[in-house]
């Protein structure tokens, strides 16, 4: 049997892909394997939001080819695979094919050819409406977690962002599916579900078959409500789009105690003039209007963000204005970036005019800030209980379990009798760095 390395670079949506990827190969008569020195088959599913991560790429295949052994069949996939298509057969000497992020349904073809054919292969499939929604049911990243796409690509093209460009327009999937696929896998033993997409809350199926009889002006709203009703020990979403937030979510979110209590709302800016420049589509008090019902809410929800520091035309007070937003905001975590420009996007065509220095600088100061405001809200989870999905063994103490809270927290705590899969209350007693320490409540 032919074993298969998949190396996973990106967001959520890559991580579902190569699940998808796995459990179609494994069907297929390939074996999976944790060791790449091991394999017959090395697949690269590839990220091109900053360029650091399509270096990435051209180092690894470079030690592929490198390492000493019969070289492997190379495949690119993901986001790199569909924005450069063939051309990376002669940017990076090793590759064997290229398969676009709408073809992963037929990966197994492509492999199998691979073997047989061996010469320069490429599935983009530009057909739109082939995206491969099924969730995988024996290569998840865990037993009891499932990532459940619900929408796929992006409408919004945010001036810096090649997302639009890699994953094209936004596609969503029935709901009557969606709550299908979650009933399936509630049946499986999964017991919490991240329904994901580029912007989850622009969700706008062809049909309101599935949503009807659930309260929302939005599909989305109703597809959250739809999803509830299956019973799933704990949903989570994520990415939120800040101009399509609506309180209704939140208000969803209190109604039903299986929808988590964590948000994800990348900012990207505090400088409405900066947001002007991305054309993020809402200006900051827009922004701050939401995270306040957000806050106001009962339900204790984390809040979450991304930002990108450093964009072209960045002064030092639109800096300022991000870091003060920071202040307000008090984010749970933020997943800081530096602007990198990509090439095909409107701000490539900008001046990329803050300096190296300075944005290492503001990296530096708003990272800081960010960890003084985690230090501060991770002070007020201390004695609190919080409902944890037992996910792993921690490999350092004895007895030791770790798992995420509803709030989506990592919490690692001692018990002589829990069990993984289990959702057990475990009270928190002490602050790490990045994570939470507790006991089991009795
Ligand atoms: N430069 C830096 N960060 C970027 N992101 C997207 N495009 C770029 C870029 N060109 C960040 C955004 C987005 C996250 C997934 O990646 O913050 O929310
Ligand atoms: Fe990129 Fe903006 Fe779409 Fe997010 S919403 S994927 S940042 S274009």
Same mark, same amino acid.
């Given at each position: 049997m032919k074993r298969v390395y998949i190396e996973t670079f990106g967001c959520q949506m890559n991580v579902s892909d190569s699940e998808r990827i796995a459990t179609s190969l494994s069907k297929n008569g390939y074996q999976m394997t944790s060791d790449e020195a091991d394999a017959d088959v090395v697949i690269l599913n590839t990220c091109s939001v900053r360029e650091r991560a399509e270096h990435k790429l051209y180092t690894r295949v470079g030690e592929i080819r490198h390492s000493g052994r019969k070289k492997p069949v190379v495949g690119i996939t993901g986001c790199v695979a569909q924005l450069d298509g063939e051309t990376l057969f002669d940017k990076i000497a090793g590759v064997d094919f290229v398969m676009g992020t709408r073809a992963t349904g037929r990966v197994v073809n492509i492999v199998d050819a691979a073997f047989t054919q061996r010469k320069r292969l490429v599935d983009l499939n530009e057909r739109e409406d082939e995206y491969d929604w099924t969730v995988a049911d024996t290569h998840r990243h865990s037993p009891y977690v499932a990532f459940v796409p619900i929408i796929e690509g992006c409408n919004k093209f945010c001036t810096y962002c090649i997302v639009p460009f890699s994953r094209g327009r936004e596609k969503s999937l029935p709901a009557t599916e969606i709550v299908a696929q979650v009933e399936k896998l509630k049946s499986s033993g999964v017991k919490e579900v991240h329904l994901i997409g580029?912007? /989850?809350?622009s969700y706008r199926p062809t049909s309101n078959e599935g949503l009807d009889g659930f309260e929302g002006k939005s599909a989305f709203t109703r597809l959250l409500r739809a999803v509830a009703a299956t019973g799933m020990d704990r949903i989570k979403f994520t990415t939120s789009f800040p101009r399509d937030f609506r309180d209704e979510i939140v208000d969803a979110i209190e109604e039903n105690?299986?929808?988590?209590?964590?948000v994800h709302l990348p /900012?990207?800016?505090?400088s409405d003039r900066i947001l002007e420049r991305m054309k993020r589509g809402h200006t900051i008090s827009r922004y701050k209007e939401k995270i306040d019902r957000i806050k106001k809410s009962h339900r204790n929800i984390a809040l979450t963000t991304d930002i990108i520091i450093g964009f072209p035309g960045e002064t030092e007070q639109d800096f300022e204005d991000t870091v003060s937003l920071f202040e307000y905001c008090e984010y749970d975590s933020a997943y800081i970036f530096k602007y990198s420009p990509r090439p095909g996007t409107p701000a490539y065509e900008m001046e990329d005019d803050v300096t190296p220095a300075d944005k290492t600088l503001r990296f530096l100061k708003l990272q800081e800030t960010q960890k003084k405001i985690e230090q501060r809200i991770h002070q007020r989870y201390l004695k609190q209980v919080l409902n944890v999905l037992v996910e792993g063994r921690s490999v350092r103490t004895e007895n030791g379990y770790t798992g995420h809270s509803t709030c989506h927290k990592v919490v690692n705590f001692v018990s002589d009798e829990a069990s993984l899969g289990e959702v057990r209350n475990v009270r928190i007693t002490e602050i790490k760095s990045n994570s939470l320490f507790g006991e089991v409540a009795r």
């Open positions: 580029q912007n /989850v809350n105690e299986n929808l988590c209590n964590w /900012v990207q800016s505090g």
